[in-house]
């Protein structure tokens, strides 16, 4: 257990770059997590910056959803809170969640 905390108290593998960091010393190069585009660790980086002002709401959070998800996107004051985002159509059908949920999918089949 010492080895594989590290002198901590648990596992960190958020932000992403702590799993690329423990790929790098765990598997042979890395591979498989430090494969990722630049577009892959772009979605994660907004999927989880979603899932932090769900789960947490404080103002960091939201300060941080606010700057890096809703950005300069034209939309409606309900769709710049983290649910009504999610809930909003991205394309006729399907809703921004759904897209989200098809991109883990979509990841997680490039991991393994």
Same mark, same amino acid.
């Given at each position: ?7 901590? @108290? ?8 702590? +799993?690329?960091?423990?790929?790098? !010393?765990? !598997?042979?190069?890395? @591979?498989?997590?430090?494969?990722? +585009?630049?577009?892959? @660790?772009? *979605?994660? @980086? +907004?999927? &989880? ?19 890096? *998800? ?5 939309? !409606? ?12 159509? %991205?394309?006729?059908? +399907? *809703?921004? /969640?759904?897209?989200? *949920?098809?991109? !883990?999918?979509? %990841?997680?089949? &490039?991991? /393994?």
């Amino acid at each position: 257990m010492d080895i594989l905390l590290q002198g901590g @108290k648990y596992l960190t593998w958020l932000p992403f770059h702590n +799993t690329e960091e423990r790929a790098k !010393l765990y !598997l042979t190069d890395g @591979k498989l997590f430090t494969e990722l +585009t630049d577009g892959d @660790k772009s *979605v994660i @980086k +907004t999927i &989880t910056t979603i899932r932090h002002a769900i789960a947490h709401r404080s103002q960091h959070a939201m300060s941080e959803f606010q700057r890096t *998800v809703i950005g300069s996107q034209s939309l !409606l004051p309900g769709e710049k809170k983290p649910a009504g985002f999610l809930r909003s159509q %991205l394309r006729s059908g +399907t *809703v921004r /969640f759904e897209n989200y *949920v098809g991109e !883990l999918g979509r %990841l997680a089949g &490039t991991l /393994f």
